[in-house]
């Protein structure tokens, strides 16, 4: 029987992708096990083509069907994913179940907002692992969320010490209703628990976050509890090759000199109303800068010509390129000519832009990126923050200013220098004998040594 490890994502292209990299940089390591990729499929969903992620056969991909939840349920849109998983978990026990026919299950990774999965493998005895898509810093920030909500009700202070984390303003912190902070609650509870917690990230990207999880201070008694051990195997991030360029951005970007362009664009989700479009072009124009954007609005009947100003595509014909929906971002920012980035935030993304080396204009739209955006700021130094209003609105002068500052001012050369030796940094950690090269080892060694009673058998 072969040795295997199962790893199961939660939804969503940025956390999928990111899994489906992890299972492929496993196998460049240990061609001897072989891996098995879980992807959650909820009701009326067509299943994502796992034909286009260019793996072999050392990897198999199964759907979990999430079934239709009980009728009468009523979910709050918060909390829908961490119920769909459990909804999904008999089908879970199942894959499982057949798995284990042909293969030996090692461990299984669990995408970190699948805790609730966790029961299922508690009651097999397989080892559980965590895999933190995200980084370290906010790592930091979840780990703690208990202590964080116990202190926002009892402290006045406007700002709140995280152990790893830049000292922020509470207004910083990503709002959670009360449920979804309940959730947070559990997942810090079952990753403390587990046998290890895999991170995308790399020890001279998110040195400080990295050393306190080590350290485990997110625990009440660090130093008489036994934290779950911490890997940190980044930069994980898609291959830029694998996608087409449907829209010509590659070959539009071979026409325009180094570094000149700064691309835009806002991950899986993020999607900007009517006004807010138009301010951007405004701003863009505005900027003087080459610009390559992504556009996706919150309707996608909308035309180009219906979102953006009269006459917008004409007036930039030779400076912009803008293309809807979605454009091959990892291989964009792996070429030459672009020499800028305004970002969502989104993890995935941040790691595209600091391995090819582009500075970065911070707009944090969902999920953790206000945390991300702290410490591109703040500790990592390689990005310049966009002042937003109340309601999250930017403005055309805010947006054209500080394009225009990374792309043509001494501040922004700075930010260069900073992020092309970080991507130095990024390539000496996975190479031979760097820092997630040791960990990802460290990892398989201990894959390798497991040796648990598995009360998975053919027959159960
Ligand atoms: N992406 C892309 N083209 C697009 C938008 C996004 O290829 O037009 C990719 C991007 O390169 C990244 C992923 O989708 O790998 C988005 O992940 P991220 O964590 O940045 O954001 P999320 O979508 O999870 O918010």
Redesign the pocket.
């Known amino acids: 029987m072969k040795d295997t490890i199962v790893l199961y994502s939660s939804f969503?292209?940025?956390h999928i992708?990111s899994v489906v990299e992890l299972g492929k940089l496993i196998i460049t390591h240990n061609p001897s096990f072989s891996i098995e990729i879980l992807i959650p499929t909820p009701p009326n969903t067509t299943a994502i083509d796992t034909t286009t992620f260019g793996c072999d056969s050392s990897i198999t991909f199964h759907h979990i069907p999430i079934p239709q939840p009980p009728s009468g349920t009523t979910l709050s849109p918060a909390t829908l994913i961490f119920h769909l998983i459990r909804y999904g978990n008999h089908n879970l026990h199942q894959v499982l179940q057949s798995i284990s026919k042909t293969s030996k299950i090692k461990a299984i990774v669990l995408d970190f907002l699948n805790h609730t999965a966790n029961d299922v493998i508690i009651n097999l005895g397989i080892p559980t692992f965590f895999y933190y898509t995200s980084g370290a810093s906010p790592l930091c920030v979840l780990l703690y969320y208990k202590t964080i909500m116990q202190i926002n009700k009892n402290d006045q202070c406007n700002y709140i010490e995280i152990p790893g984390f830049p000292r922020i303003s509470k207004e910083e912190l990503p709002s959670a209703p009360e449920e979804l902070e309940n959730n947070f609650c559990d997942i810090s509870a079952t990753m403390s628990d587990c046998e290890g917690i895999i991170i995308n990230t790399f020890n001279a990207c998110e040195g400080r976050a990295v050393k306190a999880l080590q350290k485990g201070l997110w625990l009440c008694f660090p130093e008489e509890s036994n934290p779950a051990p911490i890997f940190c195997i980044g930069p994980v991030t898609?291959v830029p090759g694998v996608e087409k360029d449907e829209n010509g951005c590659l070959s539009w970007l071979d026409s325009q000199p180094s570094q000149s362009v700064v691309l835009l664009?806002f991950?899986?989700?993020g999607r900007f109303s009517k006004t807010q479009l138009k301010e951007i072009a405004i701003g863009l124009e505005k900027s003087e800068q080459r610009f390559l954007w992504?556009v996706r609005s919150e309707s996608d009947e909308d035309t180009l010509e219906d979102l953006l100003p009269e006459g917008f595509l004409d007036r930039t014909k030779d400076k912009g390129m803008v293309v809807r929906n979605?454009?091959?971002?990892?291989k964009i920012l792996s070429h030459d000519s672009v020499g800028g980035f305004v970002t969502?935030c989104?993890?995935?993304?941040v790691l595209?832009a600091v391995c090819e080396g582009v500075p970065m204009v911070t707009w944090p739209l969902y999920a953790e990126q206000t945390l991300n955006r702290v410490v591109l700021v703040q500790e990592m130094k390689v990005a310049l923050a966009l002042k937003e209003s109340e309601n999250g609105f930017v403005s055309a002068t805010e947006l054209g200013d500080r394009v225009k500052e990374l792309m043509d001012s001494e501040i922004g050369k700075e930010i260069r220098e900073r992020v092309m030796k970080m991507k130095v940094s990024s390539v000496e950690a996975r190479s031979e004998g760097g820092s997630s090269y040791v960990d990802l080892n460290r990892l398989i060694q201990l894959w390798k040594e497991k040796d648990h009673l598995s009360l998975l058998s053919p027959n159960t």
């Open positions: 969503g292209r940025g992708f898609s664009s991950g899986s989700l992504v979605w454009a091959p971002q990892a969502h989104g993890w995935n993304s595209e």
